[in-house]
């Protein structure tokens, strides 16, 4: 024997019921009025004429309500009603019978603004690396704040370090906003030396903004504190830092920095007490001291230099020392010692000088000064090197003695 199973029938609905107009997606100018129309047949034919549809929205106003919900009755099977919005974006309405249980429909739109009057131009970062990118986001928006779908914005570069744009136009989306990117080139720039602009076409809108690309060493500078330290009986150090950073003020790592010292001016003259108790004070002969006879820092007596004096030797003496290179630590810094004679401490002018190259263009730093005792040692009963000035004490250049 066979056995059956009777499965109960689904109820059928009779009733189709859809949007025929607008087709989905589609895009309403603001403060333009869009009509909206909802075919509810049964059985193929149309419903009674007078049939109640209720439509509600999440965006805009309806026309025969001045609100988000509007209820209408059918004519020919065809229930109508005017939307329209005052702000951008995407509205979903739904029609529905106004029954329990009754047949309903959604349809999807958006409205949009076709206005431009404002544009904004951001980058997602504005200082950059070599061989790094940005992203470059404009911003359309309308008299009233409304962002702005479908319009086109042009793009622009003034670069000299080489970096490119990756579009030279967009069109903005639903949020206003069209975006390229900026990749920077191996060459830094200036601070603020990369513009990109932004335009609309047709309009009197632009907007621009500035980029820099670091990375490079583009600045250095040195510097000291206030203390000078002995080393041994006959000499001192005195530490510098040499600080090497990028346009951005970035440290600069593993940087390569050259220092030199160079003597620039000697003085004549002795150590003398103003009084019983004071420290020694350098007493200078020639006040405005002596030019170095080194013209050309090459060390060598020749025809370039000038032996004022006449003793066959250039004077000043070789007396201080620096390493000849340094790289840079991870804080873009380096420090080193100033090394030189307790015996000139006084009586020497000189450069010191620390360069670093970027580009094959180098960024240099030079400092002037004289060299420097310890307060220690100007408060000895006796002066550091001994009363005079090792290049003598009369009052010439000339006089070697």
Do not use: H
Not at 15 to 38: C, G, K, M, R, Y
Not at 164 to 192: H, K, P, W
Not at 206 to 233: H, Y
């Amino acid at each position: 024997m066979v056995e059956r199973v009777l499965y109960p029938l689904k109820e059928w609905s009779p009733d189709q019921f859809s949007f025929t107009t607008p087709v989905p997606d589609t895009e309403i100018e603001l403060n333009a009025t869009q009509s909206l129309e909802v075919e509810w047949l049964s059985n193929g034919e149309a419903v009674a004429d007078g049939s109640s549809v209720v439509f509600e929205t999440t965006r805009g106003v309806f026309t025969q309500s001045g609100s988000s919900t509007a209820t209408v009755t059918t004519i020919g099977g065809t229930a109508t009603v005017e939307i329209s919005s005052t702000n951008v974006g995407p509205a979903s309405v739904t029609a529905r019978s106004n029954t329990a249980n009754g047949p309903s429909a959604q349809r999807t739109f958006e409205f949009v603004s076709t206005t431009p009057t404002q544009l904004n131009l951001q980058a997602d970062k504005t200082q950059i690396g070599q061989n790094e990118s940005a992203v470059i986001l404009a911003t359309v928006r309308d008299a009233n704040n409304n962002l702005v779908k479908n319009a086109t914005v042009n793009f622009a570069l003034d670069d000299v370090t080489g970096g490119s744009l990756s579009a030279g136009s967009g069109e903005t989306n639903s949020q206003g906003q069209t975006q390229i990117t900026y990749t920077s080139s191996s060459v830094s720039s200036s601070l603020d030396g990369i513009t990109v602009s932004a335009t609309v076409p047709n309009t009197a809108i632009s907007e621009s903004l500035s980029l820099t690309v670091g990375g490079q060493a583009l600045r250095i500078n040195i510097g000291t504190g206030n203390e000078i330290v002995e080393s041994g009986l006959t000499l001192y150090k005195q530490p510098w830092t040499a600080i090497v950073t990028d346009a951005n003020g970035n440290a600069s790592t593993n940087r390569s920095v050259q220092v030199s010292v160079v003597p620039v001016r000697y003085f004549k003259g002795a150590y003398v007490k103003p009084s019983e108790n004071a420290p020694w004070v350098a007493s200078y002969s020639v006040a405005d001291g002596c030019a170095s006879e080194d013209i050309n820092n090459n060390g060598i007596l020749d025809e370039a230099d000038v032996d004022e004096n006449g003793n066959g030797t250039l004077e000043p003496d070789p007396s201080a020392t620096v390493p000849l290179s340094l790289t840079t630590g991870p804080d873009g810094t380096v420090t080193f010692d100033l090394t030189y004679l307790k015996s000139e401490c006084s009586w020497i002018e000189v450069d010191l000088v620390a360069t670093t190259s970027v580009q094959g263009t180098e960024s240099q730093a030079k400092r002037r000064f004289t060299l420097s005792c310890t307060a220690e040692d100007l408060e000895a009963s006796s002066p550091p090197g001994g009363g005079n000035s090792p290049y003598g004490t009369a009052s010439s250049c000339a006089n070697p003695n």
